[in-house]
């Protein structure tokens, strides 16, 4: 009984930290950037691609292997279908390196105010020196 209450007590301790927390939030916001990069590619950038290419729907692209006969369906190679996706890969890697790119810049800048805002340093022998005449004085 003392070790499922020890087990117990370690895992509300792990799954009650701040990591797991900002992991949990992290999971859930990228699935939500990802349904909102897969409708911009999707929705507005595909069909424009299809556009200039004539109408070109590359998920349409195969190679049949074998027609359909009957009951048993067609096997085909739905090449269209990979280049689709990696279209679709190389355009969410530019939208997120985007994102960290002006994440970075942001951060940079809050930096750049904080190091404005603290004040210079002071040379060590200068603050004993100023240590030592403070003693003196009383």
């Known amino acids: 009984m ?3 209450s020890k087990f ?3 895992f509300k301790q792990f799954i ?3 990591n797991v927390m900002d992991m949990a939030v992290g999971i859930i916001m990228g699935s939500a950037f990802t349904n909102i990069v897969n409708s911009l590619v999707n929705d507005l950038i595909m069909p424009a691609v299809g556009m200039l290419l004539g109408g070109l729907n590359f998920s349409d ?3 049949v292997l074998s027609p359909a006969v ?3 369906a067609e096997v085909a190679l739905y090449y269209g279908s990979f280049i689709q996706k990696t279209i679709d890969f190389l355009i969410i ?6 994102m960290i790119k002006v994440l970075n810049r942001l951060h940079r800048k809050k ?3 904080a190091a ?3 004040p210079a340093p002071v040379d060590p022998q200068v603050e004993l020196l100023t240590e030592i005449r403070d003693l003196l004085k009383k």
């Open 16 to 18: 009650s930290r701040g």
């Open 116 to 118: 404005a805002e603290a």
């Open 61 to 63: 692209l195969k190679i």
């Open 111 to 113: 930096e750049a105010e």
């Open 2 to 4: 003392k070790k499922k």
């Open 8 to 10: 117990l007590s370690e």
């Open 93 to 98: 890697a530019l939208a997120v390196f985007c």
């Open 70 to 72: 009957g009951d048993v």
